[in-house]
């Protein structure tokens, strides 16, 4: 059974470069879903990782990142998100080797 689970990663970030550096460190844990909006299958290590990185990258008073875990993977995660109208394009993913 997967220890992966799926987080919803949401952020609102106040400065050009602030925001091109997370959009671009995002891409590679997920999926884009919505403008400043990921979907991404991360285990316990990848999720405090990403966190590390996140939190030397955003202005801490300015800026906000959010989390919400969906559930595992192996689980309801990964049908937990849906929606109305244009379709998300949710790519097959892997472990991220990095």
């Known amino acids: 059974m997967s220890d992966r689970s799926v987080y919803m990663v ?6 050009a470069t602030r925001l091109r550096k997370v959009h671009a460190l995002l891409r590679g844990y997920g ?4 403008y400043s909006v ?3 299958e991360l285990d316990k290590r990848e ?10 990258r955003i202005h801490h008073r300015e ?3 959010l989390f919400i875990d969906v559930g595992p993977v192996a689980g309801r ?4 998100v ?3 109208g244009r379709a998300s394009a949710r790519s097959e993913r892997g472990p991220v080797v990095l």
């Open 38 to 40: 990921f979907l991404c």
């Open 63 to 65: 800026d906000q990142v």
């Open 82 to 84: 849906s929606s109305i």
């Open 10 to 15: 949401s952020y609102d970030i106040c400065e």
């Open 31 to 34: 999926d884009a879903v919505q």
């Open 47 to 56: 999720r405090v990782e990403l966190q590390d990185k996140l939190e030397q």
């Open 77 to 80: 995660g990964t049908v937990a």
